[in-house]
């Protein structure tokens, strides 16, 4: 398994980049940097977005993930990390964070179906939504 750690602040990079070489990762793992706006490293089969989407509206949230779209394997699966809000709307701390990312950052809490058709507009088919015994969920999708 090789990982790739991809982040924007030049800062955060190069601490990643001593924290592989202090484990003595680099012949598996990487640390790159850019600007998920423009694009990611392409030719992966994972993708994992934790605690990302979440900071931005659905515009931009679907840059992202058609940027992850685009540089995916065509076999390739995408995994987002985030707090859920029931579709039902029962109450859950997922609306106190919505409320919250609304006012801080302009971002969004999603439902489970807001995240399918989100990543259907991106080119991926919501394949399974795994429960952590939290708020979070795992939302696996695949490329379509």
């Excluded at 640390?31 to 992966?44: H, L, R, T, W």
């Amino acid at each position: 398994m090789h990982g790739t750690v991809f982040d924007r602040p030049p800062q955060v990079v190069e601490a990643t980049r001593e924290a592989i070489e202090a484990k003595n990762y680099q012949a598996r793992c990487k640390a790159v940097g850019g600007d998920f706006f423009q694009a990611v490293p392409s030719g992966e089969d994972l993708y994992v977005l934790k605690f990302i989407l979440v900071d931005w509206k659905d515009a931009d949230a679907l840059r992202i993930l058609q940027n992850c779209r685009r540089a995916i394997t065509p076999d390739g699966k995408l995994v987002v990390i985030e707090m859920t809000i029931p579709d039902a709307n029962t109450p859950s701390p997922g609306q106190l964070f919505d409320l919250n990312m609304l006012v801080m950052t302009g971002g969004r809490e999603r439902t489970q179906s807001e995240y399918g058709a989100l990543l259907a507009q991106a080119g991926f088919r919501l394949s399974r939504v795994i429960g952590t015994g939290s708020p979070f969920h795992i939302i696996e999708a695949v490329a379509v």
